[in-house]
C-alpha cells in the first residue's frame, strides 16, 4: 500500500455541517496501520452501522474550525465518543487518557475519500471480531482480533491476506 498516493492534510465534519475539523497529518503518520475497523456492540448502535471505521490521529493532528454542537458520549467510562448534538454524527472515539483519537472516516469529506481512499479509509486491523455476524460482517480481510489488538489478553483470531 507504500505506493499509494498520500495526503498532507484533510477536512471533515458531520451532516449538518456544525462540526468542522481539519486533519494535518504528521510527517511520520503510519497510515497502513492508523485504520481499524470494530464491530462492538457499542460503536454498532453508537453509528448506526454494522461496523466502525475509524482512523487514529494524535489529538494534536486535529484542528477543530467549529465545534459548538460536539458532545463526548460515554459508553464506558474513560472512552469518549464524540457526536454532534444536533444532527446525530458520530465522529470520533478516543481514550481519554491517550494521546490519540479514532475519527470515524465516514465524517471525512467526499473529495478526499475519493482521492485518498485507500490510505485514509482501507483496513487490515479489525478488532471486536468476537461479535461479528456470521455472512454479513465476516468478510474482511487482514487481522482479526477477538476483543482489542493491544494490551494483555489480545487474541489474534485469524489473518488473511487481500
Ligand atoms: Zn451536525
Ligand atoms: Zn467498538
Not at 16 to 45: L, M, W
Not at 87 to 110: K, Q
Request: net charge neutral; charged share 20%; hydrophobic share 30%.
Amino acid at each position: 500500500m507504500a505506493s499509494h498516493a498520500k495526503p498532507e492534510s484533510i477536512e471533515g465534519g458531520c451532516l449538518c455541517g456544525s462540526i468542522r475539523y481539519t486533519v494535518n497529518f504528521p510527517r511520520d503518520h503510519d497510515f497502513d496501520n492508523a485504520v481499524t475497523t470494530c464491530q462492538c456492540e457499542q460503536c454498532r448502535k453508537g453509528t448506526g452501522v454494522l461496523f466502525l471505521r475509524a482512523h487514529k490521529v494524535p489529538m494534536s493532528a486535529v484542528t477543530f474550525q467549529s465545534q459548538s454542537t460536539l458532545k463526548n458520549y460515554h459508553a464506558t467510562p474513560g472512552y469518549a465518543r464524540g457526536i454532534c448534538t444536533n444532527c446525530g454524527s458520530f465522529l470520533s472515539w478516543r481514550e481519554e487518557d491517550s494521546e490519540f483519537i479514532s475519527l470515524a472516516v465516514g465524517c471525512f469529506d467526499n473529495k478526499y475519500l475519493t482521492k485518498y481512499g485507500r490510505v485514509l479509509a482501507a483496513s487490515q486491523k479489525h478488532v471486536w471480531c468476537g461479535e461479528e455476524i456470521p455472512g454479513v460482517t465476516d468478510h474482511l480481510q487482514g487481522n482479526k482480533w477477538r476483543h482489542d489488538n493491544e494490551g494483555e489478553g489480545a487474541e489474534l483470531l485469524s489473518s488473511s491476506k487481500p
